[in-house]
């Protein structure tokens, strides 16, 4: 977050703020103007402030770990009321208590047991609900809007933009939680192998990965184009400049949606109506737009240069340049003083920043601490509380048991999600092996699991804690593990790769055939050899 800087520069350098130096152009430093105060705070004060307990990165990251965790065990809870809903109290009756007035739809099946109407796996509703939420939480980038916002159904000035927070306990904790890979490939698994009353169904297996990958690809593209639909409709002003930009894209002009409204719109000269500003101050940028037309075209060489000048100045709101691009200007005859002159103009009498570049919302460690605390405390009592041996007890215990290790299957994944683009053989290196990975190890988690409950269920029967464990860990753990929500979005942006499509389909055929092997293999040894 952009730091307030002092009201004067003597009080700065010796009070450790932060403000714009004072350089003047043709300084070794750089090109720059007069400095002038931007930003305005308290005076130092005079008492010693005590350490923070944990860096400012660790306190981030600790933050961050606490909502996904809480997350994750909110998409966990949904995902297993979609399957009662949908086909658990039809495969069980009686088992679960919230339904026993109510009418359950008849429509999921886990392969296990023979049932009227049961067309897909278990999952099925929870998979497609939870890619349609990631689609809804695209950015503009991925939507392709005219200006970088990170929720793109939001009006860009919305204080929940600036939530970073949320929006990845949302996407990954959340979305990554309420869908899952494991259930889905184990369910197939089991129908090939046929268990319980039922006879193989290798090609209602096959149905499955199709049906399953389709409908999710599906509800995911359905939550992008709802997403931009309701951005249009909120934010007029860009959805007539995104019209406007076609005609530019199709010139081979590069569009830099990191600046602001009137600079971006001003220098690609869209044809719409602009806010209005002092003909001498737009002289200035009509000057600086006039010198970089050339360079403003997809394929030049000195692009990516007069982006990181417009992002330097314009974006970050800095008023100097590196020497190195300094030079770069000037060689390509590029009015940087002009730029600077516009700068000047704009910014340097305002006493706050873009609020997009700022926090709205402070999220502090004690906060999201005691947030998850309480929780957990809820968990644990419900599961001392509720201890009963009836079926709806056994139900709700497996409920509450699986959202308490659903944070360790999210937390994994996102770790694991960091690993993405790093594979060592270059011909591979486009894959996700964060995610594939990810959700291997869930599937493997998963079918193990199941495999080995089939084998107990066979030689007598257990207490809770033994079942209740495995199926805590098979929905919770694995459940979170593994994601279609990330897969599909990965999924859809190599389709959208003008020059390597392909990569979709063949990532697609990856993970699925690499997770059904691994599975068939795991399950048939468990289940008949040993």
Known sequence: MAQDSSTDMEEASSSNYHSLPEETAGTKGGVGIESRTLFHDEPASVSVEQAPLFSASLEATLITVCYMSLASMLGSFLRIILAQLFGEECKNPGT?????????????????????GGI?????PANMLGSFFMGMMLSGDRLLLPISIPIAFLDKDHAFQQWDVIHLAIRTGFCGSLTTFSSWNSDMVVMMFGAGNTHSQVARAVFGYLIGMETSMG?????SKVAWWIHRNINPDLAKEADAII??????????NQLPDFERRFLLDLVMELESHDEKAVSQLELWRQSTIEARRVGNANLSNLIDIETCILVHREHLVSPELEEIAQANGWNLNALLKWFQYKYADQTTIDPLLMDAKKFTLKGALLCLFVVYVLLFWGLAVINS???????????????????????????????NGTFRWE???????????????GCIVSIVAIATELRLNQDGDFSFWVIGTLRAIKIGFAGSLTTVS??????SLFMKSPMLPYRAY??????????NAIGTLLYATIVYII
């Open 96 to 116: 679960v208590g919230w339904l026993a007035a109510a009418s359950p739809l008849c429509v999921t099946n886990d392969g296990v047991v023979s049932q009227v």
């Open 120 to 124: 897909v796996f278990a999952d099925f």
């Open 219 to 223: 509800s995911f593209v359905f939550g």
């Open 247 to 256: 005609q530019r894209k199709e010139e081979g002009v590069y569009i830099h």
């Open 389 to 419: 041996d009836d079926s709806y007890s056994i139900t709700y215990r497996t409920m509450i048991f699986a959202a308490i290790v659903a944070p360790s299957g999210a937390l994994l994944r996102w770790q694991l999600g960091k690993y």
């Open 427 to 441: 011909l591979w290196s486009w894959i996700p092996v964060g995610t594939l990975t990810a959700n291997i190890l």
């Open 486 to 491: 990330t897969f599909v979005s990965e999924v």
């Open 506 to 515: 063949l990532y697609i055929l990856l993970t699925l055939a690499s997770c």
